[in-house]
C-alpha cells in the first residue's frame, strides 16, 4: 500500500496570494521571525505539502524564473523567500551557511508548516542541504540544483571565477548572468537572453536589488561552505532531485555526481550544453520532472522510489 504524504498545518498567509495567476503578479508578503523581517512571495493552490525555493547568490524575489516557479505552481503551493539581509528583508546577511539553514528552519516554522520539500539553486543548495540535515522531519523531498556539498572542491572559489565576469557584464553591457549562468555557445546566448527578458515581467512592486555589503558577506558564507569539512550525505534519507547544466563553470558539474553518488536515494538530470543555469535553460523540462519527482510516494517500509528516466552518473 502507499503511504499518503504528511499534511503540513496549513495557515493562510496573505489572501491576496490565492488570486494571483501568475509570479509575475504574486503580492510582496513579510514574516518575521528569527528576530527579523523576512520577504516572501507565493503562488498556487493551497493544501498539501508546500514547496519552499531558496536562490543564489545575491538574489532577491525577482531573480526566481517567472516559468518555474509558474510551473511548479500549477500544482504546488509554491513559497520563494528574500535571506536576511537580502532585497526587502530585514537584518544583516549572515556570512554561514549555518546561519541562513538556521533563519530558513525558524521561517518555515513561523509559517506554521511541519513538513515541506525544498528546492535550492546554487547558494540555495547549499542552505537546502543544512536544512535537510539539521532538521531531516521539516523535509519531505529535497531538490538541488547547481549546487554542491559542503567542501566541495572549486566552491571556495567562486568569487574568483564570478568578479571578472561580472567586470565583463560592465565592460559589454550585459547582465553578468549572461557569462556566469550561461554556456557561450548559441543556445546559451539564446538561453540567455530568453532567462534575463523573464525576469524583468514584473513590472510593479519589485524588490530592492542586493547591497554591495550583502554580496560580500553571502560570499564570504559560500567560500566557507567551500572549505569546511564535508557533511555526511548519507544521512539525507529523503528523496532527492539533483540537476545541473552539464558545464557549470560556478558550481563544477563534477560535485553534482559526486552528491549523487553520496545521497542514497538521489535521482539525477544533467542538461546537455548548459552552464550554471541549465534549470532556466531547460525550464520546461525542469519543471516536468520536478513535478513528477514531487508527487512521488514512498512505498511503506521502503526508501528507495521510482526511476522517472533521469540520467544517472
Known amino acids: 500500500m502507499k503511504a499518503e504524504p504528511k499534511e503540513s498545518m496549513m495557515i493562510s498567509l496573505n489572501p491576496d496570494s490565492q488570486s494571483a495567476t501568475s509570479y509575475a503578479h504574486a503580492p510582496n508578503n513579510q514574516l518575521r521571525a528569527a528576530g527579523t523581517t523576512f520577504a516572501y512571495r507565493e503562488l498556487g493552490p493551497h493544501g498539501g505539502i508546500p514547496l519552499i525555493l531558496l536562490n543564489h547568490w545575491g538574489a532577491v524575489l525577482d531573480n526566481f524564473d517567472p516559468r518555474i516557479v509558474d510551473g511548479l505552481a500549477r500544482e504546488r503551493r509554491v513559497i520563494a523567500i528574500d535571506y536576511r539581509g537580502i532585497g526587502s528583508s530585514g537584518g544583516i546577511a549572515p556570512v554561514s551557511v549555518d546561519e541562513m539553514a538556521h533563519d530558513t528552519i525558524a521561517l518555515i516554522r ?7 520539500d525544498l528546492l535550492g ?13 539539521k532538521a531531516p522531519d521539516l523535509v519531505r523531498r529535497l531538490i538541488l540544483t547547481g549546487t554542491g556539498p559542503a567542501g566541495g572542491q572549486g566552491i571556495d572559489r567562486v568569487g574568483a571565477i564570478s568578479w571578472p565576469l561580472m567586470l565583463k557584464g560592465l565592460v559589454t553591457m550585459r547582465d553578468p548572468k549572461t557569462y ?11 538561453a540567455a537572453s530568453a532567462f534575463l527578458k ?3 515581467e514584473r513590472e510593479a512592486g519589485r524588490d530592492k536589488g542586493p547591497t554591495p555589503r550583502a554580496l560580500h558577506r553571502q560570499l564570504k558564507a559560500i567560500k566557507a561552505w567551500g572549505q569546511q569539512a564535508p557533511q ?9 532531485l539533483i540537476a545541473n547544466g552539464d558545464n557549470d563553470i560556478m558550481v563544477p558539474t563534477a560535485l553534482s555526481h559526486d552528491m549523487a ?6 535521482q539525477f538530470v544533467i542538461y546537455e550544453d548548459a552552464g ?11 519543471v516536468i520532472k520536478a513535478l513528477k519527482f ?20
Request: aromatic letters at 12%.
Open 180 to 190: 556566469l549562468f550561461f554556456t557561450s555557445t548559441a543556445n546559451g546566448r539564446q
Open 121 to 133: 539553486f546554487s547558494l540555495g543548495g547549499f542552505v537546502a542541504q543544512d536544512v535537510a540535515l
Open 261 to 266: 553518488r553520496r545521497i542514497p536515494n538521489a
Open 110 to 116: 513561523a509559517m506554521g508548516f511541519n513538513q515541506v
Open 198 to 200: 523573464r525576469l524583468k
Open 232 to 240: 555526511d550525505l548519507a544521512r539525507l534519507h529523503m528523496p532527492v
Open 294 to 313: 514531487l508527487a512521488q510516494w514512498i512505498l511503506r517500509g521502503q526508501r528507495q522510489v521510482p526511476n522517472i528516466g533521469f540520467r544517472t552518473p
Open 276 to 286: 550554471h543555469g541549465g534549470i532556466f535553460q531547460y525550464h520546461t523540462d525542469f
